[in-house]
């Protein structure tokens, strides 16, 4: 299969690098959509679009099992700085996540598949999910994701696969395990209350700045001194705010800040012990109110899911080329569809060998040669459970 994704390596060069020129955010992939629905009607897919506000499905084969593929399409907010032939063609956007290269695979397998499928060759459906908006929440808080899960997305589906760049990662590697492989996050606002008046008088006042200063050092004691070393939290301020001149002291202070984990056991104490730590407001004559917006689960990769996949790799390119993943706590709202069906995400190597280009950095690039890697993977993996 690693040829035959050669053979279209031009083309996925071609699909990627167009994506890269015309990034488009969060919930405003309408460019990107209608071409990744034009692509898959012209393979014979069955495809729905607007599923999740601008995602699509495309759907091919019949019966079981019904394998998704998920690739996000959202950019970020950046301005690229490389000055490349592809480089964004729309200031201040840009892919620098390597959502480009996803699609561009995805629609790269959907191609090798529809092959496959229309030869009789082989049973199953696969179900391509291109998804909105993974970096950003909706007004509502709510990313591609779950949007595409309430509009049925993964109905009826049995498993759930995916795949990221890494940049840190060589080329002709990927890096997969079981169990936790992206933290959950939760988000949380909070208002502190007091009774604000004269800089001069603070006997007479309830000052919500000097009950914040008590609710920092309470907040910063959860992880060192309420949480198990063994088991990876954050607990972080974003804003603090309160307050403008000099002589006043304010009615109240608004603070909010994230929170991330890899079990949903540490997550519902970090609840339990935010609660807590703002309780001091009360203890202090003032009050508080804390609103805690659940976000992104932890991603956890199914170990059926995971062997599929690593043997797909492994045939293809050898065990030595499965690396175990690198610790981190960032989140992944793949975390999502694989709550519901067994899923599991791998890492696809894409360094640029001598001049490394971080993620989320205005200078990202990948080494293209891992398209076609990333897109063989994809399409051994679907024909490893169709022949399960
Ligand atoms: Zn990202
Ligand atoms: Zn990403």
Redesign the pocket.
């Known amino acids: 299969m690693f040829l035959k994704a050669k053979q279209i390596e031009a083309q996925l060069s071609g699909w990627r690098r167009e994506f890269h020129r015309h990034p488009e955010t969060g919930f405003q992939e309408h460019r990107t959509a209608r071409r990744v629905a034009e692509i898959l009607q012209g393979l014979g897919f069955r495809v729905r679009t607007g599923v999740g506000r601008t995602g699509v499905v495309g759907e091919l084969g019949n019966g079981k099992p019904v394998v998704g593929v998920r690739a996000?399409m959202d950019a970020l907010p950046i301005m690229e700085a490389n000055e490349t032939p592809y480089a964004s063609e729309r200031a201040g956007v840009m892919h620098a996540?390597?959502?480009d290269a996803h699609t561009a695979m995805a629609l790269g397998a959907a191609t090798l598949l529809a092959t496959r499928l229309k030869m009789g060759k082989t049973g199953g459906t696969v179900r391509f999910l291109f998804q909105p908006s993974?970096?950003m929440n909706d007004p509502e808080g709510v990313s591609g994701a779950p949007r595409m899960i309430q509009d049925g997305a993964l109905e009826g589906a049995d498993y759930v696969i995916a795949q990221?760049v890494d940049p840190f990662t060589p080329v002709g590697n990927i890096r997969i395990a079981s169990g936790p492989a992206s933290g959950g996050v939760d988000s949380w606002f909070a208002t502190i209350y007091g009774q604000g008046g004269h800089g001069a008088r603070p006997h007479e006042v309830v000052d919500p700045i000097h009950i914040t200063g008590h609710v920092i050092l309470a907040l910063n004691g959860i992880v060192s001194r309420r949480l198990d070393p063994f088991a990876p939290a954050v607990v972080s301020i974003g804003s603090v705010h309160g307050g403008q001149a000099e002589n006043v002291i304010p009615d109240e202070v608004a603070m909010n800040g994230t929170i991330r984990f890899m079990d949903p056991a540490v997550q519902k104490k970090i609840h339990a012990e935010l609660e807590r730590a703002f309780e001091i407001a009360r203890t202090l004559g003032g009050d508080y109110k804390l609103k805690i917006e659940i976000g992104t689960p932890p991603m956890i990769n199914d170990p059926e899911v995971v062997d599929v996949i690593r043997k797909a790799a492994t045939g293809l390119f050898g065990a030595e080329r499965v690396l175990p993943p690198l610790d981190g706590l960032g989140a992944?709202d793949f975390g999502c569809f694989s709550e519901i069906a067994p899923g599991a995400m791998f890492s696809l190597g894409c360094r640029i060998e001598g001049d490394p280009r971080l993620?989320h950095n205005p200078r990202f690039d990948i080494d293209e040669s891992c398209l076609a890697i990333g897109t063989a993977i994809m399409v051994e993996s679907v024909l490893g459970f169709f022949h399960k």
């Open positions: 996000d996540c390597g959502h993974e970096e990221h992944e993620i």
